[in-house]
């Protein structure tokens, strides 16, 4: 068993059946949705009597990023963040800043989509509510237009009518009267819609930075997993509704574990963000590249065979193959091993995601650094 060092690392691991019988009740019981707010507040006390204790054992410094960690991994909310975190105990990784900070962008930036789309839909509500104000401002202004109009028409027949002159003169002046408030009010509702219209704008402005930004991986700028399942939708109907071809790309880095382990994770970082702009170079205009998720990425190939976009995968392999990623002062050699599969008749998206990923697995047993397709998966079997 890894030996624990001072400071910066934790290298003992931390097994369920290593816990006391406390801990792990509170990992792997049932979660209550409808708990009270006093139960709630008990409960995440318990859970930082935990959290706190276990940061001083392991010389971690009770840092915002290190205790939400930790306090999930004891939550037991995050069942994939708990066998990553057991998995590096055990391994002895170097619990730092730099781990911390990436495994906080691995498992939290899905959270920052989150609040961008509710950002998204309360800007929306504001542009209908919005639009609905300025139908009721001109449905109130066409209303009070008309009844100037009869007011305008009884106001005549009673100048026909009149008796003398001052009579006249009052009518007159009661109209004089009544235009000036229909000017002032149309003049207070033009003001009025000039100012919803620049309003509007810059709502309408603000949801389509939230939604880019909903759909947009934070690490790489790539399109993420939300954008992604979207766009797989759209491109199958798309397929269905006109027979045409789809296929998809799965692109997974060879070794990536070996760059977090051997340099740490903002090196990682670094390469995931130079690898997603590579790919988006290298990739055809109507293709559709996004983060799959970890170092994964996929590219989706609308009205495309499955051979064309092999050779879209193969061009980028070689591409990628053939150059030197320069990572603070590290030249780092890199390469990639890809599946391709394309849309069958009557299948699931799914089933497409699985076969290009079984594609990418054998590509990945066969030693790495190729392009493998349905068809390999096919004459395997």
């Not at 730092?96 to 989509?113: D, G």
């Not at 007011?151 to 004089?176: C, F, G, M, N, P």
């Not at 053939?322 to 008749?345: H, N, P, W, Y």
């Not at 990923?357 to 066969?366: E, F, G, I, P, T």
Request: net charge negative.
């Amino acid at each position: 068993m890894p030996s624990k060092e001072k400071g910066d690392s934790c290298g003992k691991p931390v097994p369920d059946a290593g816990l006391p019988s406390d801990h792990k009740k509170i990992m792997d019981g049932p979660r209550e949705p409808d708990r009270t707010f006093e139960e709630l507040a008990a409960h995440s006390q318990k859970i930082a009597r935990l959290v706190l204790p276990f940061l001083s054992e392991y010389d971690m410094p009770v840092t915002p990023s290190n205790y939400r960690l930790w306090y999930e991994y004891f939550s037991g909310a995050s069942p994939e963040l708990k066998e990553t975190l057991d998995r590096m105990l055990k391994e002895g990784v170097s619990m730092n800043m730099e781990t911390t900070e990436a495994l906080c962008n691995r498992f939290f930036s899905a959270e920052s989509s989150e609040a961008y789309q509710r950002e998204l839909e309360k800007r929306a509500a504001r542009i209908k509510e919005m639009a609905l104000d300025i139908i009721r401002k001109l449905l109130a202004a066409v209303s009070r237009t008309s009844q100037f109009g009869e007011d305008v028409s009884i106001s005549l027949k009673e100048i026909e009518q009149a008796a003398d002159l001052e009579t006249i003169r009052e009518i007159v002046a009661d109209i004089v009267d009544k235009t000036d408030t229909v000017l002032d009010d149309q003049q207070n509702f033009r003001q009025s819609m000039e100012n919803s219209a620049q309003e509007l704008e810059c709502l309408q402005e603000a949801l389509r930075r939230s939604r880019e930004m909903a759909h947009t991986d934070e690490l790489t700028g790539l399109p993420n997993r939300r954008a992604l399942n979207l766009k797989l939708i759209e491109e199958e109907q798309r397929a269905r509704r006109y027979g045409r071809k789809l296929s998809l790309i799965m692109i997974d880095i060879d070794d990536f574990k070996m760059v977090n382990d051997g340099w740490g994770h903002q090196v990682g970082d670094r390469l995931l963000a130079m690898l997603a702009r590579a790919i988006s170079c290298v990739i055809r205009t109507a293709d559709f590249p996004a983060r799959y998720g970890g170092e994964e990425f996929m590219v989706v190939c609308p009205e495309t065979e499955m051979d064309n976009a092999a050779i879209v995968a193969e061009k980028l392999r070689a591409k990628l193959d053939e150059t030197d990623f320069t990572v603070r002062g590290l030249s780092l050699k890199v390469t990639i091993s890809c599946g391709v599969a394309m849309l069958q008749d009557q299948e699931a998206i799914e089933d497409l995601v699985a076969r290009a990923d079984q594609a990418l697995y054998m590509a990945k047993q066969q030693g790495k650094n190729q392009v493998r397709t349905e068809t390999d998966l096919e004459k395997r079997e």
